[in-house]
C-alpha cells in the first residue's frame, strides 16, 4: 500500500492555496482534510518513515488508538474550520491555517522526540501568524508574547530531548514521567513544562487568554483546535498517572471559572473556559486508569467540537456586528436566531446537559476521580461543572443574543459559517445520544454506561441549581456586570510590574547618569576657569617676574629630580 504520512496532504494543499485563486482554492481546502481522513483510516495502526540521525532511529508515523484518535478528530476539526472560513479572501490565513493542521497531524504521529520537536515548533511558527492576522497593534503585540512563550515551551523541549536521548540511549515517545535518569538529569521536569506551557498549567495559560481573542474570527476557530489538544495527546502519551497532574488539572478547572465571570470580551471568556475544560482533561491524565484516560480524551474530542462550535457563534456575531463585548451585545436572537439556536446547543454541551456530547464524557473523568478516591478533586470538578454553567453556558448566549437589545444592525452570517456551525452541532448531538460511536474509538477497552439514574440526577440537580443562582443574583443585581475593562492575572507581572519596574530602575540610573555628567562638566568648566584665570591681564602668568626668581625656581626643581633620583 502507498503510505503518506498525514502531515503531507495539509502541506501540499498549503503551498497549491498559495498559488491558486477561488474555487479552485476552496475545493483543495475542502478535500484535504476529507481525502486525508481517508487515507488515515486504511493507514490504520501500524508505523513507517523510519530514518537516522547520529545514531539515533527516529520515526515519522507511528499509529496506535490513542494518536489515531486525535487524528481523526484533527481532521475532522479542520474540515469544520476551513469551511467556516470560506468567505475569507486572505492568502495568509488560508496558508498558515493548512499548515497549522497538518503540523498538529505530525506531532500526534511523531515516533520520537526530535520529529515532535520539529512539529512542535512549526505548531508555533504557523499558529502566530493566525493572530497577527487581523493586522491590529494589539493582535501584533499579544502574538509577539505569544510566539515568545511557545519558543521556551520549545527550548525546554529541545534541552529535555538531549538529555533523554543521553540518559536512555534513544528518542522513542513513550512514556517518560518525572522520575528522570539514573544520573539524575532533569530531562522529565523540562519535557513535562514544555508541555504544560502548551497545555496552558496556571502561570503559564496567558499565552492562550492573551492571544486567541486577538486573532481573526475564522483563526481562534483554528487555533482552539490544535495547539492545546496537541499538549493534552503529549500528556497522556507520556505522563499518564502522574499525580501532579491531579492538582495541576483541578487548578486548572477551578481559576479560569472567576476571571470568566467578570471578563466583557466573550471570546476572552469563552478562552478562560478552554482552560477549565481542559483542567478536567488534564485531572484524568493524572489520575492515569483505562477510564480516566479514555474519559480525558473522549473530553479532549469533545471539546474540540463544542467550544470549536462556541468560537465560531461568537465569531459569526464578531463578523456580523464588529463587536464583541458583552456590554455593547445584546437582543441579536432576533436578527441571528439560527446562529443563536447553534450557539445553545454549544452552550448546552459544554455544561453537559444530559443527551448533549460533554455530558458522556465529562462524567468519565468525575467518575474516575471518585472511584480511585479523589473524593476532594470531585468535589471541586463538581464546582467546576457549575462554573462552566455560568459563564459559557448562560453568560454567552445571555449576553450575546438576549438581556437588553443594542438595537445593532445584524443579520445571519454567511451561508458557508452557518453549515459549519451546523456541522458541530449534529456532532454534539450526535455524541451525546449515542456515546458509542465515540467509545468505540477510545484508546482503551471498557464498559462504561453514562446515562444511569445516578448520573443523570447529580447533573440535573446541578444544572438547575446553579440556573436558579444565575437568575437570583441577576434579581439582586449581584451578578458582576459586564464593563469596559481589561483583566489581567498572573500575567499582570509581566504587562504590568516587570514594565513598570524596569521603567523605574531606568529612571533613577537616566538621572544618576545626568547628575554625574553634569558633576564632571562643571569640574572641567572650572578647571578651564581656574587655568584661564592665571592668564589674564592680572593673572600670575601674565606678571613680570626677576630672572632671580626664574633661576631659583629651576635650581628648585633640580633639587627635586636629584633627592628623586638618589631615592
Request: proline share 4%.
Amino acid at each position: 500500500m502507498f503510505e503518506i504520512a498525514p502531515f503531507i496532504p495539509f502541506f501540499v494543499a498549503a503551498a497549491l492555496v498559495l498559488v491558486l485563486r477561488g474555487r479552485a482554492r476552496a475545493l483543495v481546502s475542502i478535500a484535504v482534510p476529507i481525502l486525508g481522513l481517508a487515507n488515515l483510516w486504511l493507514l490504520g495502526s501500524g508505523s513507517f518513515g523510519q530514518y537516522s540521525i547520529l545514531d539515533f532511529d527516529l520515526l515519522l508515523f507511528k499509529a496506535d488508538r490513542l494518536s489515531l484518535l486525535f487524528g481523526y478528530l484533527f481532521h475532522i476539526a479542520a474540515l469544520i474550520s476551513v469551511i467556516y472560513a470560506l468567505h475569507v479572501r486572505d492568502t495568509l490565513q488560508q496558508v498558515a491555517s493548512l499548515l497549522y493542521a497538518g503540523s498538529a497531524l505530525g506531532a500526534v504521529f511523531a515516533g520520537d522526540l526530535l520529529t515532535l520537536f520539529i512539529f512542535w515548533e512549526l505548531l508555533a511558527l504557523t499558529s502566530v501568524f493566525l493572530v497577527w492576522a487581523r493586522r491590529t497593534g494589539r493582535a501584533y503585540v499579544a502574538g509577539l508574547r505569544y510566539f515568545t512563550l511557545h519558543i521556551l515551551s520549545g527550548l525546554l523541549l529541545l534541552g529535555g530531548m538531549v538529555f533523554y536521548g543521553q540518559a536512555n540511549g534513544t528518542l522513542e515517545f513513550g512514556r517518560i514521567g518525572l522520575e528522570g535518569g539514573p544520573d539524575g538529569s532533569p530531562y522529565g521536569w523540562m519535557i513535562f513544562i514544555a508541555f504544560g506551557i502548551k497545555c496552558a498549567f496556571p502561570f503559564f495559560h496567558n499565552w492562550l487568554t492573551d492571544a486567541y481573542p486577538e486573532s481573526t474570527p475564522t483563526g481562534t476557530v483554528f487555533l482552539s483546535a490544535f495547539t492545546t489538544k496537541v499538549a493534552v495527546y503529549a500528556l497522556a502519551r507520556a505522563y499518564p498517572g502522574t499525580e501532579l497532574l491531579v492538582y495541576i488539572g483541578a487548578t486548572m478547572a477551578c481559576f479560569p471559572i472567576f476571571y470568566a465571570v467578570i471578563e466583557n470580551d466573550l471570546r476572552r471568556v469563552l478562552a478562560y473556559s478552554l482552560i477549565n475544560q481542559l483542567g478536567f482533561m488534564v485531572v484524568g491524565i493524572g489520575i492515569g486508569t483505562s477510564l480516566a484516560i479514555n474519559g480525558a480524551v473522549a473530553h479532549a474530542f469533545n471539546d474540540v467540537i463544542f467550544k470549536g462550535l462556541l468560537f465560531m457563534s461568537m465569531g459569526a456575531v464578531l463578523h456580523v456586528t464588529g463587536k464583541i463585548n458583552g456590554s455593547e451585545l445584546g437582543g441579536l436572537y432576533k436578527k441571528m436566531p439560527k446562529t443563536t439556536v447553534l450557539c445553545i446547543i454549544g452552550a448546552a454541551s459544554i455544561s453537559a446537559f444530559p443527551l448533549f456530547s460533554g455530558f458522556v464524557s465529562k462524567s468519565m473523568v468525575m467518575s474516575a476521580a471518585i472511584k480511585n478516591g479523589h473524593d476532594w478533586v470531585w468535589l471541586i470538578l463538581l464546582f467546576a461543572s457549575a462554573g462552566v454553567f455560568h459563564h459559557a453556558g448562560i453568560k454567552i448566549p445571555y449576553f450575546a443574543f438576549f438581556a437588553h437589545d443594542a438595537k445593532l444592525p445584524a443579520r445571519e452570517p454567511p451561508a458557508n459559517m452557518l453549515v459549519a456551525m451546523s456541522i458541530a452541532a449534529a456532532l454534539c448531538l450526535t455524541v451525546g445520544i449515542y456515546p458509542q460511536a465515540l467509545y468505540s474509538l477510545l484508546p482503551y477497552e471498557m464498559s462504561y454506561t453514562p446515562y444511569d439514574v445516578t448520573h443523570v440526577l447529580t447533573q440535573l440537580q446541578l444544572l438547575f441549581f446553579s440556573a436558579l443562582a444565575f437568575v437570583w443574583l441577576n434579581l439582586r443585581h449581584l451578578y458582576p456586570p459586564e464593563l469596559p475593562s481589561v483583566n489581567l492575572d498572573v500575567e499582570w507581572i509581566y504587562r504590568r510590574l516587570v514594565p513598570d519596574a524596569m521603567r523605574a530602575l531606568f529612571n533613577r540610573l537616566f538621572a544618576l547618569d545626568n547628575r554625574l555628567r553634569s558633576a564632571a562638566v562643571g569640574g572641567v568648566e572650572r578647571l578651564v576657569e581656574g587655568v584661564a584665570s592665571h592668564h589674564r591681564a592680572d593673572g600670575v602668568m601674565a606678571r613680570n617676574w626677576l630672572t632671580g626668581s626664574m633661576v631659583a625656581g629651576v635650581v628648585l626643581l633640580l633639587g627635586v629630580y636629584l633627592v628623586l633620583g638618589w631615592v
